[in-house]
């Protein structure tokens, strides 16, 4: 069976390289001998010579087809076309011309975002404004803003003395020039609570008596000084006011703008004129993690922004120094690690308006158990302002009088005070001189 089946192998091999081969020569009936190799034909051999020559050649220079591709001295492989070249020129077609359109609005567009004093139209109208204090200076902030018929008071605040000034505790700035304007003044407006902006409103107000528009922690603020220089009465000129609302005050259009600051509840100001638009910054630093939650309000900027701004006035305290100033919030893992490893009693000294910091030691002495403490008045009265009002939210019976400090464990005690720059008559400054 095994001789059989390669006699018929053979047989079969024969046969199909019989045929192949009647077939590639385009035989007609004349059968080849079976052992004829296809290699044999010298018309063949030729062309496989052609072949080989031309791959070798395939890195030289092509010489010129002809045409259909092929040279005069053999075939060569086709040269494949590459894709068709792309023009970035635009032509005349309709979408064409709507693209070269939307580049040319575009450009405006940024343009026009670059230079928004262009947006402002020409006018006659006036604006006069004199600083009275604060310029140049820390401290006293205290501003005339006044059109030919109208004017607008922002900020009366106080400065204190230098050293070489003895017997005095405050300064308060010159009023003579409002004595000049006082029958056009409209209002007082108020940017925020700190002493250099509303500290000589009550000696403002025992010579002159005009509305007082701020935001609420500021007005409360002043609430307290006019009940200690006697002017309980004249709190009657308060005008609280919401943000994002536009005033109308004699010639002005005023907004007050959220911004953030080293105390709550401060503003920006924009104040728009026939003349143009105002913007007032106030004292301000930027925070985008204020403890609050409530971030500049950066959109309204943008908003006057696009309109077109004629004038601004912006704080520029410690602005030469590099460097940015750090979010309030990074001073809460500071407090914790205090905390975690104290002993004894904490004794933690800020500005009294400064409340976000405050909040932030009272909630740490909170997590660590410690009654609280307060010494200062500034510090109580500022405090009690900012939980009255619901800026700040703690149980009223964490706190504890200085008197009963030494019922507790040192470890069990939190005091917040006055005096971290050292200032004389402070609690902290009599606290280390054992005169408290």
Known sequence: MMEDNNQNNQ????????????????????????NQSRNNNPRRNS??????????????????????????????????????????????????????DAIKANKKVRADALACYNKIKPSNATVKITPLGGLGEIGGNFMVMETATSAIIIDIGMSFPSEDMHGVDILVPDFSYIRKIKDKIDAIIITHGHEDHIGAVPYFFKQFKYPIYGTPLPLGMLANKFDEHGLKKDKSYFIPIEKRKV???????????????????????????????????????????????????LHRFAHYGEKGVLLLLSDSTNSYKPGITPS????????????????GRVIMSTFSSNIHRVYQAIQHGIKYNRKVCVIGRSMER????????????????????????????????????TGSQGESMSALYRMATNEH
């Open 382 to 417: 500022n405090l009690d302002i900012a939980i009255e009002l619901g800026y700040i939210n703690l149980d009223r019976r964490i706190f504890i009088d200085p008197h009963e400090i030494n019922k507790y464990d040192d470890k069990d005690v939190l005091i917040v005070t």
């Open 47 to 100: 062309q496989n010579r052609n072949r080989n020559n031309s791959n070798r050649n395939g890195n030289q220079k092509q010489p010129n087809q002809g045409q259909g591709g092929q040279s005069g001295q053999g075939n060569r492989p086709k040269k494949r076309k590459g894709p068709p070249k792309f023009s970035a020129k635009l032509g005349n077609q309709e979408w064409e011309l709507k693209i070269k």
């Open 328 to 343: 309030e919030s990074t001073v809460g893992p500071t407090f914790d690690k205090i905390f975690s490893q104290a002993k």
């Open 11 to 34: 047989n079969n091999s024969a046969a199909n390289s019989g045929e192949n081969a009647a077939a590639n020569t385009g035989a007609t009936g004349n059968e080849r001998p079976q």
């Open 247 to 297: 005033y109308k005050i004699g010639d002005f259009e005023i907004e007050w703008m959220h911004i953030t600051h080293s105390i709550i509840d401060a503003s920006s100001l924009a104040i728009t004129t026939d003349a143009g638009t105002i913007i007032h910054t106030g004292d301000f630093k930027i925070d985008h993690t204020p403890i609050d939650g409530m971030p500049t309000d």
